[in-house]
């Protein structure tokens, strides 16, 4: 007997090419007591009379259409119909093991879990990437209490931000909508979730495929990718609310970040011309400088840049180029390599 009744959110917009693949995906799914809500966010290609058929062919299959609103929408709009004990988002344009969902239901079961997180393959056309820095495949779940928790979370490392990939208790967040019109609507939400979490169990089985696409938002850089910037600010005053011993750990993830972005907005300077943006993250940078500058004191290469930028940033530029260069010339491998399984 299948104990919980899942949830399955999948927003969907311009993704024709992989609708089916997802779709089919889920309805395969070994443990079958499921409501599917596939929500068509104004989607101009043929998704929306796509999903229209799955749900001719299944009656577990929820359609709903509605005019774009984004990505943060349309979660939204999924969690305002769903019924299930526990709930899972899908991104449209990813895809499931069969035995994924049954694998984390009997995981919350044995450990009564509020979130249970499997693990992922980043997925390229002819390779996939397992990360194994942490985790082996195949080891034994690990349960992390709140305080970890929230530690985990704030690293991103064993725990990412990502809202796909986890099975959440219902009523933990069908009261935490996404916040709207931002890019990195996850990083906005998973502390206030993660806030409200007993027990959460990371399985390393990696059964969900996270597609790396040349047109995703990630891949083609903007200004609105700083909202990825906003998003850690607003943590930022919560985890100095909720958790203060978390702070210094939260001050060098957003040190990381603004030196990244600086830098991203440099190779992609034709979009920010008269560097409005740049200028932003300086005078960021300057205001926080001496707490930024106390949360990184353990980490020498940070350290580092932080430093440099503060004197320009473009001190840091020709440092980071000089490492680089270093490092190609005594061939020094990268030791964030990720375990690569060629398809």
Known sequence: MEPHKISVIV?????????????DSIINQSYTNLEIILVDDGSPDRC?????????????IKVIHKNNGGLSDARNKGMQNTSGDFLLFVDSDDWLENQMIA?????????????????????YEDYLLFDNRYYQRGDAPVVLDNKALMKELVINERVKNFAWGKLYKTEIIKDLPFKKGVLFEDVFWAHQVMQKVKTYVIIHQP???????????????TPKNLDIIKGLMERQCFIEEYYQHLSNE???????TILIHYNLLLL????DQDGKYKKELQQLIKKNYIKLKKAVTNDKDLNWQLRLFYVHPFVN???????????KVIMNPNTSELEK???
Not at 12 to 22: A, G, L, Q, S, W
Not at 48 to 60: C, L, P, V, W
């Open 317 to 327: 530029v020709f440092y980071l180029f000089f490492k680089k260069l270093v490092r």
């Open 207 to 221: 059964l969900y495929y996270y597609i790396q696409r040349s047109d995703s938002i990630v891949s083609n850089y």
């Open 341 to 343: 399984i060629n398809l």
């Open 250 to 256: 939260s001050y060098k993830v957003l040190t990381k």
């Open 268 to 271: 992609n300077r034709y979009k």
């Open 48 to 60: 929306g009379e796509i999903i229209d058929n799955y749900a001719k062919a299944d009656k577990r």
């Open 103 to 123: 694998e984390l239901v009997q995981h919350q079961v044995k450990f009564q879990a509020d979130v249970v997180q499997v693990a992922f393959f980043y997925t």
């Open 11 to 23: 927003p969907i917009y311009k993704v024709e090419k992989y609708i089916n693949r997802c779709v």
